[in-house]
């Protein structure tokens, strides 16, 4: 009778220990921008793919800074991201692209107890001085020289533009640019659709190869009406590295977004784990992948070769 008590006790006790070694453990995504938006969402499913069979519970906070980017709301929203930190109460937080590492985790978080893992931080983290003792994370950098390595395949290279927006994204990606590409070329800046128009148009008329940078910021961007645009207009290769700019390009080597979530997800459980974040070094993305436009290509009039194709990971036809 003794052993059965024990075998029973002993039983009971097993199961009450949980599968893995993060019960009632809290976890805050902090994402910069907006559900909806195809970076965001797909860095949630990287956070997402690694907690999803923990006992962890997951929060997120969208700050919604991409559709409101004045000063006042940017502020306003890390704010309301710092009490609903307090709310929560998290064992740990992640926090993806720049804004939440400029408005919330800068003047709020530096070198505090509660540790930090940061996404999607655009190419440098030297405007936030990271890491810090409480903070570690994955540096977002384009794979742009293996996209104008690839454009000179197809044109000379003697003058480049890039068209991108003017959100403090689209700045720091223009000064990445202008320090890798090691080639002179012009950067236009736009505030709209319009402005965007008719830079591309003057682009193409002038110019041996094109960068396109994100169009987020396009106040009022229209997807069907830019791909028509492109589809008139393109004369010379263009090339990009976001997925959801490829349908306008001939090109792109795009960041993989869910690698980020992934890392900063995995982070975190190492963080809970007990490794600080002061031992965990910042590191950069590394994966990629090659998408062919043949719609542009065709409009262009570029030839595109088997062997090219055959490296691609998707081909938009």
Same mark, same amino acid.
């Given at each position: 009778?003794?052993?059965?008590?024990?075998?029973?006790?002993?039983?009971?006790?097993?199961?009450?220990?949980?599968?893995?070694?993060?019960?009632?453990?809290?976890?805050?995504?902090?994402?910069?921008?907006?559900?909806?938006?195809?970076?965001?969402?797909?860095?949630?499913?990287?956070?997402?793919?690694?907690?999803?069979?923990?006992?962890?519970?997951?929060?997120?906070?969208?700050?919604?800074?991409?559709?409101?980017?004045?000063?006042?709301?940017?502020?306003?929203?890390?704010?309301?991201?710092?009490?609903?930190?307090?709310?929560?109460?998290?064992?740990?937080?992640?926090?993806?692209?720049?804004?939440?590492?400029?408005?919330?985790?800068?003047?709020?978080?530096?070198?505090?107890?509660?540790?930090?893992?940061?996404?999607?931080?655009?190419?440098?983290?030297?405007?936030?001085?990271?890491?810090?003792?409480?903070?570690?994370?994955? $540096?977002?950098?384009?794979?742009?020289?293996? =996209? %104008?390595?690839? @454009? *000179?395949?197809?044109?000379? &290279? #003697?003058?480049?533009?890039?068209?991108?927006?003017?959100?403090?994204?689209?700045?720091?990606?223009?000064?990445?640019?202008?320090?890798?590409?090691?080639?002179?070329?012009?950067?236009?800046?736009?505030?709209?659709?319009?402005?965007?128009?008719?830079?591309?148009?003057?682009?193409?008329?002038?110019?041996?190869?094109?960068?396109?940078?994100?169009?987020?910021?396009?106040?009022?961007?229209?997807?069907?009406?830019?791909?028509?645009?492109?589809?008139?207009?393109?004369?010379?290769?263009?090339?990009?590295?976001?997925?959801?700019?490829?349908?306008?390009?001939?090109?792109?080597?795009?960041?993989?977004?869910?690698?980020?979530?992934?890392?900063?997800?995995?982070?975190?459980?190492?963080?809970?784990?007990?490794?600080?974040?002061?031992?965990?070094? $910042?590191?950069?993305?590394?994966?990629?992948? =090659? %998408?062919?436009? @043949? *719609?542009?290509?065709?409009? &262009? #009039?570029?030839?595109?070769?088997?062997?090219?194709?055959?490296?691609?990971?998707?081909?938009?036809?």
């Amino acid at each position: 009778m003794r052993k059965v008590q024990l075998l029973i006790v002993g039983i009971a006790v097993l199961l009450a220990i949980p599968m893995n070694g993060y019960a009632k453990s809290r976890i805050l995504y902090i994402d910069s921008y907006h559900s909806g938006y195809d970076w965001s969402d797909k860095i949630t499913e990287g956070i997402k793919s690694v907690l999803n069979d923990k006992d962890i519970e997951l929060k997120i906070i969208r700050m919604d800074t991409k559709r409101n980017p004045s000063e006042t709301f940017k502020k306003k929203a890390a704010i309301d991201a710092k009490a609903g930190i307090e709310a929560f109460n998290p064992d740990v937080v992640i926090a993806s692209d720049d804004n939440a590492s400029k408005y919330l985790i800068k003047p709020y978080y530096k070198n505090a107890a509660l540790p930090f893992v940061f996404c999607g931080v655009n190419h440098s983290t030297d405007a936030y001085g990271y890491p810090y003792k409480n903070v570690t994370g994955m $540096v977002e950098v384009a794979p742009t020289p293996k =996209l %104008i390595y690839s @454009l *000179k395949h197809f044109n000379r &290279a #003697e003058k480049i533009a890039l068209l991108i927006g003017s959100s403090l994204t689209d700045k720091k990606d223009a000064a990445y640019y202008s320090r890798v590409i090691k080639l002179p070329f012009d950067t236009f800046h736009v505030n709209d659709f319009d402005e965007w128009k008719i830079a591309f148009t003057r682009i193409q008329e002038n110019y041996d190869l094109m960068l396109m940078g994100n169009t987020a910021s396009v106040k009022g961007w229209n997807d069907a009406a830019a791909e028509k645009v492109v589809l008139e207009r393109t004369k010379i290769p263009t090339g990009c590295d976001l997925d959801w700019v490829a349908q306008f390009a001939f090109i792109a080597y795009t960041r993989v977004a869910q690698e980020q979530g992934r890392w900063a997800a995995q982070t975190a459980l190492r963080i809970l784990d007990g490794t600080p974040p002061s031992s965990i070094p $910042v590191t950069t993305n590394k994966e990629g992948n =090659l %998408i062919v436009n @043949l *719609k542009v290509a065709k409009a &262009a #009039e570029i030839r595109v070769t088997p062997n090219f194709l055959s490296k691609a990971s998707r081909v938009i036809k």
